[in-house]
């Protein structure tokens, strides 16, 4: 009998019962989802640029861990706030206290099931899925990425069957305890909050000390490598949940207190309303901010990786594209190119040596690399150094002048005059008079610059290809790498791609998460809110000031944690300054898809929680 009510209570509660499984789901499917990458340590190991890599994965591991601990316990309380009144109500009509527990823990444990499987083909579906997308944007194969992972399903399905089982005793044993007045009204209890100035500055400054050791060892991470990860970890955790625990509750009561903003429309019952909350929000929020911190964090740093590729290929060349004796393919390619900058120079190959015209080099002299001893990065400058005599020569020649180091650089590396092209071959560059002495076929090499290297990846790719050829027939062996921008962009690309994807993989695994665990601590205790829209609507209250007094609410509620979050963020990406030349380039895009997810997170609980708080008329 009571088997038969539970199931139509929960097919009258079905859209508060669908929005717990979708929570529960994506809580399940993260962890899946992090776990393929997690659990795969020959994968981590051969595609990451971190030597940490795996300890960092173990990290990683536990605290997402110990947070979905904390999320379960939570997302499984929504459930028992919807269900305890009704279960007063079947213990007065003569239910048994001991039937009544373990409905509930049927109940807990029967919704935990279903979502862990749907939550594991969703994993799946969602590692398989992002995974493809990543490796077709990064041109990165992934070997060794599975999405469908024996060890992490194995992991997933023992850790949330034990906590399924945990919290169905919990809520149980919480049904259980109660009595009959208290589960009948349940959602009139009465939130209490103390804020002392002395412990608010006691846990502030605790707080501060903690960050700033955190801080320190993330813009140290170069000399502190393992150690710093820890101390970063075992500081910046307690320390954000510090300043919501002293912080935060104190801030709201100094807001309460001012009377200007205080006295405006109905701000004193929205801050009354974020004053009851606090005592019960201040570790949730702390929470929201440390997963925002390692998505963001984690999508930030894969984002850097990516667009410090063409940084990094840029540091040894001035110019984008170099083209040794283009044929018809190639000039058709390069007509396609819009250059902000061309050159064309002439030289001669025999058996022995390469021969440049002086001439054309002094008439259009390319732009260089120019390196300081103080090992900062390298400006852009133009050749300007005069070649008075006859010949000049790349290496030591005894008949000839030695380069100056301007020009030396130019034909060994922006025009890719070196061994990489054409071997053991010796380089020279000669007057007018001396290179027509040459008896051999005059060739040329085109030298060019465009706004955007990254827009002609497919053009470079063709050209490439033939200088690849090129160098085989001057050099006799096989050639993998021909000593172009291009080449080392490729170079780059491929060993930064597996630490691109493990970021942006996991960044939005996490922030898919995030907001999920406030939206349900929210909706939690809606119910209590009830009876306060209510009197406030019977005394004649607008609909549209309670509805601005939800928005305003909930909002501060989703800002506090991503200020926090945002704040880890910026100075956490320091720890990656020793490998990434610019650590905030493109920052702007996964903040951008940060506060996308966490708008729609934000509209969905705000609509949700007006269905639950308002009186049904509205």
Do not use: C
């Not at 994965?57 to 110990?66: D, R």
């Not at 006859?390 to 100056?404: C, D």
């Not at 827009?455 to 050639?479: C, F, S, T």
């Amino acid at each position: 009998m009571l088997l038969k009510l539970s199931f139509s209570s929960m097919q009258k509660k079905l859209k508060d019962y669908l929005v717990l499984l979708f929570g529960l789901t994506i809580s399940i499917a993260i962890f899946y989802m992090f776990q393929t990458l997690a659990q795969n340590k020959a994968f981590i190991e051969s595609n990451a640029m971190i030597s940490q890599i795996v300890f960092i994965f173990h990290v990683g591991s536990f605290i997402l861990g110990a947070i979905t601990i904390f999320y379960i316990f939570y997302a499984t309380s929504f459930m028992l706030t919807l269900r305890q009144k009704e279960m007063g109500m079947y213990m007065t009509l003569g239910a048994k206290k001991r039937k009544i527990t373990q409905l509930m823990f049927f109940e807990t444990f029967f919704i935990g099931i279903i979502s862990l499987v749907t939550g594991i083909l969703i994993g799946i579906g969602l590692a398989a899925g992002i995974a493809e997308i990543f490796m077709w944007q990064l041109n990165f194969s992934g070997d060794g990425f599975e999405a469908f992972y024996i060890s992490s399903l194995i992991t997933t399905v023992i850790f949330y069957v034990a906590l399924f089982f945990l919290t169905s005793i919990v809520n149980a044993w919480q049904i259980g305890r109660k009595s009959v007045l208290n589960l009948l009204h349940a959602d009139q209890k009465l939130d209490q909050i103390k804020t002392n100035g002395f412990k608010t500055f006691i846990g502030v400054f605790f707080a501060i000390i903690l960050i700033g050791i955190g801080y320190y060892a993330m813009m140290h991470m170069a000399k502190l490598a393992e150690f710093g990860i820890i101390i970063a970890t075992v500081t910046i955790i307690p320390g954000t949940y510090l300043i919501f625990i002293s912080l935060l509750p104190y801030f709201i009561k100094k807001l309460k207190q001012s009377r200007t903003l205080n006295e405006k429309g109905i701000n004193s019952f929205t801050l009354g309303q974020l004053r009851f909350r606090m005592q019960h929000l201040t570790k949730v929020l702390g929470t929201v901010a440390m997963l925002i911190a390692l998505g963001l964090g984690a999508m930030t740093a894969g984002i850097s990786f990516y667009h410090n590729i063409e940084i990094q290929s840029s540091m040894f060349f001035a110019n984008d594209v170099v083209v040794h004796q283009p044929g018809n393919e190639d000039k058709k390619v390069i007509e396609a190119i819009d250059f902000t900058e061309k050159n064309s120079y002439h030289y001669k190959v025999d058996n022995e040596a390469v021969y440049f015209l002086k001439e054309d080099l002094l008439d259009n002299p390319p732009e260089i690399k120019s390196y300081t001893e103080d090992f900062e990065l390298p400006k852009t400058i133009r050749v300007n150094e005069t070649l008075p005599d006859e010949k000049y020569s790349l290496y030591e020649n005894e008949n000839t002048s030695e380069l100056p180091d301007d020009w030396w650089s130019a034909l060994s590396t922006e025009l890719n005059a070196s061994y990489q092209m054409f071997g053991g071959m010796d380089i020279f560059v000669y007057s007018a008079a001396e290179y027509e002495s040459i008896p051999s076929e005059e060739l040329q090499v085109i030298l060019g610059k465009v706004e955007d290297f990254t827009d002609y990846l497919p053009h470079l790719e063709k050209i490439n290809d033939h200088q690849l050829e090129l160098a085989e027939a001057y050099r006799g062996e096989n050639v993998e790498v021909v000593g172009t921008k291009y080449s080392n962009y490729i170079a780059f690309q491929a060993i930064a791609s597996g630490t691109i994807f493990m970021g942006l993989f996991l960044g939005i695994a996490f922030l898919m998460m995030m907001a999920s665990v406030l939206m349900f601590k929210l909706l939690s205790s809606a119910g209590a809110d009830v009876i306060r829209y209510s009197m406030l609507r019977k005394i004649g209250v607008r609909k549209s000031l309670l509805v601005k007094s939800i928005y305003r609410e909930l909002f501060l509620l989703f800002l506090f944690p991503a200020l926090v979050g945002l704040v880890h963020v910026i100075v956490g990406m320091q720890m990656f300054s020793f490998i990434i030349i610019e650590p905030y380039a493109k920052i702007w895009i996964p903040i951008s898809i940060f506060l996308l997810i966490y708008g729609i997170y934000y509209w969905i609980t705000v609509q949700m929680y007006k269905r639950i708080v308002l009186p049904k008329e509205f």
